[in-house]
Each structure stands twice: as C-alpha cells, then as structure tokens.
C-alpha cells in the first residue's frame, strides 16, 4: 500500500533536492526503480512516473548499460526560492557548479514601476540596489537585482558595501531589529531584456534585436511593509525547474 499523500512529484522533489544540494552529482547513477518503489511504498506506476518527471526537466537521463543517471545541466538555473530553501537545509550559498560574480551596491532613483509598486515606494524615490550575476559552470546564468527599501538602512548599513554576505543579509536585519521577516509567493513573468540585462548576461545581439528573457520577482515583507524585492532575470535558452511547494 502506498503512503498516504505521498505521489509521483513528492517523489520526484526528493531527487530534484538532492541534486540541486550536490548529494547527486551529473554522472550519479540515479537509484533502481524497485529501490523507489520500496522506499517510499508506492507503487512501479508511481516510482516511474517520478523518474519521468525527473527526465522531463532535463535533470536524468538513461544511459544504456547504467540505468538512469543524473544528467549535465548547462541550462538549468536555480529559482530564488530555491536558492533560499537550500541555503535554509544546507547553508550552501552556492549550488554545485554555481557562482556570482560582478557584485554592485548603491543608492539609485527607482525607475521601475513594478518594483516601486511592489516595494511600496514612489517612482524617483531612492532605495539600495545591490545587483550581482549568477554564474552556472563558469557562464552566466542570472541577472540578479535586489531593491531594498531604505530604512533597511538604518539597521544594516552594510547594504552599501559591494562584497557580497556570508549568509542572507536579512538574517543580520532580523537579529538587530528583532523583526521577522517574509516572503510572498514568487512570481514568473516574460519580457524584452533591457540592455543593462543583455550586458550582465553578457548575450550579445544586434542592437535593434528583441530577447525575450524569463523573470522571477520575490518580496520579502516585515511588519512595516515591504522591504525586498528580488528580480531575477534568466539568460536567454535557460529553464527552471522548482519554485516554491504552494
């Protein structure tokens, strides 16, 4: 008898965890199918729908003679809520392979007006954007900005300074404002890159060309209102694989 509650893409996020913490390594021959099913006590229907999933987001493939193994993942790229939840089970800052380079912090007008909106702020108003890219095996991968509202400030003047933190910069503001802090669901959307973006990128086009790009947007709030907004912006030909469990 099966688990109760426990399906094919529980099975599958098991998996996907441990390869995304480098517990299985591209090459890894992934574990035999009677081994799934009897770990997790579901049935071969379900254990092979979980390896299918897998496969479908570019994470396994069959190599003949091995089975199922973990597959190299150039164009996979890790989501910001992804990131958090690996950082929170390992206190990895970095997935296998992943980097960040070009790291920038300053005080600069929102020109944005879904992130004004988002951070609660006036277009024109000043707010802390530290921006850095995400390398995945020496390319890169994501162009990361965070907008951070300015009272922040006042608690983690470190906010200014370009070299990255040892660990979420919000856990320095929770310890010494003893506030906690939360984040909404993520959001995905698609547009234009800009050409800062392109640049980040490091993708190279002609200058009238238009690239479509894949873009995640976390907001992190306390009980003042918002106070972070993550925007993520993915090479052009990269996919992503989890998010957040609703």
Request: proline share 7%.
């Amino acid at each position: 008898m099966e688990r109760d509650g426990l399906g094919y893409a529980d099975i599958a996020a098991y998996y996907r965890k441990q390869i995304e913490d480098g517990l299985l390594k591209a090459g890894d021959t992934m574990p035999p199918m009677s081994q799934v099913q009897k770990q997790f006590g579901v049935s071969i229907t379900t254990a092979n729908r979980a390896y299918r999933l897998l496969k479908d987001e570019g994470l396994t493939t069959p190599r003949p003679g091995s089975g199922t193994v973990v597959a190299e993942q150039p164009r996979v790229a890790t989501t910001g809520a992804a990131r958090l939840q690996r950082i929170a089970r390992t206190g990895q800052l970095y997935a296998p392979g992943e980097t960040s380079i070009n790291h920038t912090a300053q005080l600069r007008s929102c020109s944005s007006p879904l992130v004004a909106d988002a951070l609660g702020v006036e277009l024109g108003d000043e707010v802390v954007v530290r921006s850095r890219v995400f390398l995945r095996d020496g390319k890169p991968a994501v162009a990361a900005l965070s907008c951070i509202h300015i009272r922040a400030l006042v608690s983690v003047p470190e906010l200014l300074q370009a070299q990255p933190f040892d660990r979420f910069w919000q856990e320095l503001y929770r310890e010494r404002t003893g506030r906690q802090t939360t984040k909404s669901p993520e959001r995905r959307t698609a547009r234009l890159a800009a050409d800062n973006e392109l640049d980040m990128l490091d993708v190279h086009v002609p200058e009238t060309a238009a690239v479509p790009v894949l873009v995640l947007l976390n907001v992190f709030h306390d009980d003042e209102g918002p106070l972070e907004v993550w925007e993520d912006v993915y090479a052009p030909g990269l996919w992503q694989v989890e998010g957040e469990k609703p």
